[in-house]
């Protein structure tokens, strides 16, 4: 199978222990100042200075504060146009741009579960990519969305063949399922 590099960011999947989602823990947040990096759906959302921003680094367990969730979506009046605008990314710099009553729509259930590609093919053979991965803690790498979808473009920092895959405490995600993809359509579980 041909290996498709067409990142997400975090989509929510299900939730821990199987529990019914009907992704209602979605909150709206208002952004009263500017932020430098457009926000896209799947972007992971921190509160900074109580303003949701993209989090553009890889956040570690411990040191990083204020992740809320993931971006699914926003809203946010367009004075060029005189209307309101509901859309998968916030522009960068939007509020200078004329955009008021800014709200990040944010998806952030402590019991989430998501999918999100790995920026690297782990590993050729199902059995050894499940070993290389599963159940081991990952950071991400941050490239801003498309503008054309809104989609977000993070991925899981595998390295490759998985060699960032680790046990270690401080990497901020852990990976408890793998999942085959065909064309970014998912299969069945597997290895992705």
């Known amino acids: 199978m041909a290996l498709i590099a067409s990142p997400y960011g975090f989509k929510p999947y299900q939730l821990i222990g199987s529990q019914f989602n009907n992704q209602t823990a979605t909150r709206e947040y208002y952004m009263g100042t500017n932020s430098s990096n457009a926000i896209f759906y799947g972007d992971l959302v921190q509160l900074t200075n109580g303003n949701p921003a993209a989090v ?41 741009n004329g955009y008021t009553n800014v709200y990040v729509k944010v998806y952030e259930d402590p019991d989430g579960l998501y999918l999100c590609q790995c ?26 969305g498309s503008t054309t979808t809104g989609l977000s473009a993070v991925t899981l920092n595998g390295g490759a063949s ?21 064309l970014g359509l998912r299969r069945k579980p597997g290895c992705g």
């Open 119 to 144: 920026g690297a093919q782990i590993n050729a053979t199902p059995l050894t990519a499940i070993t290389t991965a599963l159940n081991k803690n990952v950071g991400i790498t941050y490239t801003a």
């Open 56 to 96: 553009v680094a890889s956040p570690t367990v411990g040191t990083t504060h204020g992740i809320v969730g993931v971006c699914v979506g926003v809203r946010y009046y367009d004075s060029t146009f005189k209307y309101f605008i509901e859309a998968q990314y916030l522009p960068a710099n939007a509020i200078t």
């Open 162 to 182: 998985g060699a960032n895959f680790a046990a270690t405490a401080t990497l901020p995600f852990r990976v408890v399922l793998l999942v085959e993809s065909d």
